[in-house]
């Protein structure tokens, strides 16, 4: 705060002085700006960038094809890491690619994370490849392709209304809420 309070006073006498004068000789907007320009600098403040205030999180591709950004990094300074076999508990919410929700934790008559056995088979190919990439704790954004999710069968009705279309992209919101040894 000390430093934009400085920076301020330092702004308002470079506007006092010749380069906004109309007699003092330099009075272009050139020279004005260069002295503005140099103030914030002389002043130790640091401007930002618009393109690095607006940067979002970096979108990280896995070999087999899921794009994820993490979303939330965990508050632990040593999180856990699941192996497979692990029994983790996840929290999601699942988006068509028009961002329709198709599933939820959080929805009607669900209230409890989804627990499964990590590396069995009991999720879709890409909902277990994204967890044991994480780390309890961790929140991420992933976008899984049709070939890991329901592939070209979809998730259809036998009168043929699909909830989730033949070849379809997934988004899912991602939190993992545990990771435990399952028993011997």
Not at 69 to 89: F, H, N, R
Not at 114 to 135: A, N
Request: glycine residues 10%; contains cysteine; aromatic residues 6%.
């Amino acid at each position: 705060m000390k430093s934009f309070v400085t920076a301020i006073a330092l702004l308002l006498s470079v506007a006092s002085t010749a380069a906004f004068s109309i007699n003092g000789g330099e009075s272009d907007r050139r020279s004005f700006l260069s002295k503005i320009v140099a103030v914030p600098a002389a002043a130790g403040v640091v401007i930002a960038s618009p393109q690095s205030s607006l940067a979002g999180p970096e979108i990280v591709t896995l070999p087999s094809g899921i794009k994820y950004a993490v979303t939330k990094e965990p508050s632990d300074k040593k999180p856990v890491v699941p192996m497979k076999g692990d029994i983790v508990g996840i929290d999601y919410t699942g988006y068509l690619a028009n961002g329709q929700i198709f599933d939820a934790t959080h929805s009607s008559g669900k209230q409890n994370a989804l627990l499964f056995k990590l590396g069995s088979g009991s999720v879709i190919p890409g909902l277990d490849d994204m967890v044991s990439q994480m780390v309890v704790g961790q929140k991420v954004q992933a976008i899984i392709p049709p070939e890991l999710a329901y592939g070209e069968k979809g998730v259809c009705l036998d009168d043929g209304e699909c909830l989730i279309k033949p070849g379809q992209t997934l988004v899912y919101d991602i939190l993992l809420k545990k990771s435990s040894i399952p028993p011997p």
